[in-house]
């Protein structure tokens, strides 16, 4: 049997495009998280002798000192967690230290190159400023650092 209603071979190739961006846009959503709700109680806080809080460049004044909170992200296997320890100075990133646990084996590198370069992406910068998107070729665990980064925007408010 001949089909006559055929759909013309242009328009097929039209719609199967549009889809396939349309996935890709929606898997671009999976690297946005937030961090655990269980993770609120994680952040320390060591503050140094002066309780005096620096002024941001943004919206914030926080208080100097360090500050560690957990991020997590969902990679395509599993959802991954990080530990982030940010040393804070007049609201300026003076050091940071990145911690991971990986599940999947992908994630090991992922995250082993995350770490090897977040350091020259953040330190320096002002709290409110910092906001990564994808450090040493990894873009998902952004995710999970810039959630641990929200989290102690938080406590170092307070």
Request: charged share 30%; hydrophobic share 35%; glycine share 12%.
């Given at each position: 049997m001949i089909r006559t209603t055929a759909v013309p071979r242009p328009i097929r190739v039209g719609a199967a495009a549009a889809s396939i961006a349309g996935l890709a846009l929606l898997a671009g959503c999976a690297g946005q998280t937030t961090a655990d709700s269980s993770d609120a109680g994680t952040s320390s806080q060591n503050p140094p002798a002066s309780a005096d809080a620096g002024s941001g460049s943004g919206t914030g004044s926080y208080k100097d000192g360090t500050y560690t909170a957990d991020g997590s992200y969902q990679t395509p296997e599993t959802?991954?967690?990080i530990t982030v320890t940010l040393t804070l100075?007049?609201?300026?990133v003076t050091d940071v230290q990145v911690t991971g646990d990986p599940q999947a084996r992908e994630t090991r590198q992922y995250q082993a190159d995350f770490?090897?370069?977040?350091k020259d992406e953040v330190v320096g910068k002002k709290l409110d400023d910092l906001s990564v998107d994808k450090v040493g070729g990894s873009s998902?665990?952004?995710g999970g650092f810039n959630a641990?980064?929200?989290?102690i925007r938080t406590e170092a408010s307070s």
């Open positions: 959802v991954e967690k100075q007049d609201s300026t770490i090897g370069g977040i998902l665990t952004s641990a980064v929200k989290e």
